[in-house]
């Protein structure tokens, strides 16, 4: 497990000129970058933590930034759409007002709690904002929502239990 750092942007220029400084100074591995709504740009790195520290030295115009540390796999395979969709009997789905919040809070549930990534959707084509549904037993998806509720900033987050066979194309 290494460490990922997510960096987002007001302005798709500067954060193309800043994925651009930070890969000409340290050997990392662009997990995701993109736009995102309204306008904005981010993108997600893979590599040791010191290497990340020294490739934000370089940038001065970042809007909201976090690293991971020891980032869970599940994680990894959720940024790149490679999560396994298969619903246990209870859903929670947490949206958050941005990315880097998101991803942060997933990587904390999936380590405290009991529930498995089904989709993490990152900010294109809904105003910026990050969302992520998880599943797991009903006391597991409650523990979640205690967790991310007191210890993240959730935009809004819902709860299903026993979710219809037909909703996982859905989400």
Same mark, same amino acid.
């Given at each position: 497990?290494?460490?990922? /750092?997510?960096?987002?942007?007001?302005?798709?220029?500067?954060?193309?000129?800043?994925?651009?400084?930070?890969?000409?100074? &340290?050997? &990392?591995?662009? /997990?995701?970058?993109?736009?995102?709504?309204? !306008?904005?740009?981010?993108?997600?790195?893979?590599?040791?933590?010191?290497?990340?520290?020294? !490739?934000?030295?370089?940038?001065?115009?970042?809007?909201?930034?976090?690293?991971?540390?020891?980032?869970?796999?599940?994680?990894?395979?959720?940024?790149?759409?490679?999560?396994?969709?298969?619903?246990?009997?209870?859903? !929670?789905?947490?949206?958050?007002?941005?990315?880097?919040?998101?991803?942060?809070?997933?990587?904390?549930?999936?380590?405290?709690?009991?529930?498995?990534?089904?989709?993490?959707?990152?900010?294109?084509?809904?105003?910026?904002?990050?969302?992520? &549904?998880?599943? !797991?037993?009903?006391?597991?998806?409650?523990?979640?929502?205690?967790?991310?509720?007191?210890?993240?900033?959730?935009?809004?987050?819902?709860?299903?239990?026993?979710?219809?066979?037909?909703?996982?194309?859905?989400?």
């Amino acid at each position: 497990m290494g460490s990922i /750092c997510v960096v987002e942007f007001f302005s798709i220029a500067e954060g193309f000129e800043a994925l651009d400084k930070f890969l000409k100074k &340290v050997d &990392v591995d662009v /997990c995701k970058a993109g736009t995102t709504c309204p !306008g904005k740009y981010y993108f997600i790195v893979l590599g040791d933590t010191e290497s990340i520290n020294i !490739g934000l030295n370089n940038l001065s115009f970042e809007q909201k930034k976090i690293i991971i540390s020891g980032v869970s796999e599940d994680i990894l395979k959720a940024i790149k759409n490679k999560t396994i969709k298969k619903m246990k009997n209870s859903i !929670g789905i947490f949206e958050f007002s941005n990315i880097s919040e998101s991803i942060y809070s997933l990587d904390g549930v999936l380590k405290k709690t009991n529930v498995e990534v089904v989709k993490l959707v990152l900010g294109y084509g809904i105003g910026g904002k990050s969302y992520y &549904v998880v599943t !797991g037993n009903i006391d597991s998806i409650e523990e979640a929502i205690i967790l991310i509720t007191k210890s993240y900033k959730v935009k809004n987050y819902k709860k299903i239990n026993n979710p219809s066979n037909g909703i996982l194309k859905y989400i």
